[in-house]
């Protein structure tokens, strides 16, 4: 079958660090997807990665690693407004995977 | 626009009652998928399109469910007798796959109530 794991919910506060995990059993790999979806709204793409290392693009960075079957988002310097859920996808073929998203709650 | 739409974007309908949502993708984007969210829940995969072919529909949750895809642009998804569990949030998105990395484009959505 196919698989994608990230935690269901995560909670930081502004100005900090976060790190939302994905992992990933899926039939073949042609790239992996970050997507931010705020409530109420459709998912906007985050960043892409299909080799292995990091990927950085202003506050936000995503990892992969293909061996492990791994990939996480970086958020730094928290703010309010990256109160939202965070989906990642994986393509095997013609389509994409979608794991569940993680929401990801931002304290003051 | 340069963007996918989708119209409604609200739709509230009896149960039992036939409904058609329409997407229309970005303009010379090859691929075009469907999506539903329940509320608070992920994206379910139902049907994808390449051109105006439909290669994969096992997603369509039954046979009151249908799409179609015309000159490789517009498409209607069709749920027939529709039942209070239909209601949610239906998403479109498009892709060119001939070239880059098949990012996917959403639209903003029609969001289905069944009372």
């Known amino acids: 079958g196919q698989n994608i794991d990230q935690p269901t919910e995560m909670t930081a506060t502004e100005g900090a660090i976060v790190q939302i995990n994905c992992t990933y059993q899926?039939?073949?790999?042609?790239?992996l997807f970050w997507y931010q979806q705020h409530a109420g709204e459709a998912p906007t793409f985050l960043s892409y990665?299909?080799l292995d290392g990091l990927e950085e693009k202003g506050r936000f960075s995503s990892f992969l690693s293909r061996s492990k079957g791994y990939s996480y988002l970086l958020l730094k310097e928290l703010q309010m407004k990256d109160s939202a859920s965070y989906l990642c996808?994986?393509?095997?073929?013609?389509?994409?995977?979608w794991g569940a998203g993680t929401k990801l709650i931002i304290k003051p | 626009g340069a963007g996918v739409s989708q119209s409604p974007s609200n739709k509230v309908t009896e149960k039992g009652k036939d409904v058609e949502l329409r997407c229309d993708p970005i303009?010379?984007?090859?691929?075009l998928y469907w999506y539903r969210q329940r509320l608070g829940q992920g994206l379910e995969f139902l049907i994808y399109?390449?051109?105006?072919?439909?290669?994969?529909k096992s997603g369509l949750p039954s046979d009151r469910f249908s799409a179609e895809r015309t000159g490789e642009s517009v498409s209607t998804l069709t749920i027939q007798r529709t039942q209070q569990e239909d209601s949610a949030v239906y998403l479109c998105?498009?892709?060119?796959?001939?070239?880059?990395?098949?990012?996917?484009?959403f639209g903003p959505g029609t969001r289905l109530t069944v009372t």
């Open positions: 996808a994986v393509r095997p073929n013609y389509q994409l995977i």
């Open positions: 303009s010379g984007h090859t691929a």
């Open positions: 899926t039939s073949g790999f042609n790239g």
């Open positions: 399109f390449q051109g105006n072919s439909a290669p994969d």
């Open positions: 998105a498009s892709s060119n796959t001939r070239t880059g990395n098949h990012e996917q484009y």
């Open positions: 990665n299909v």
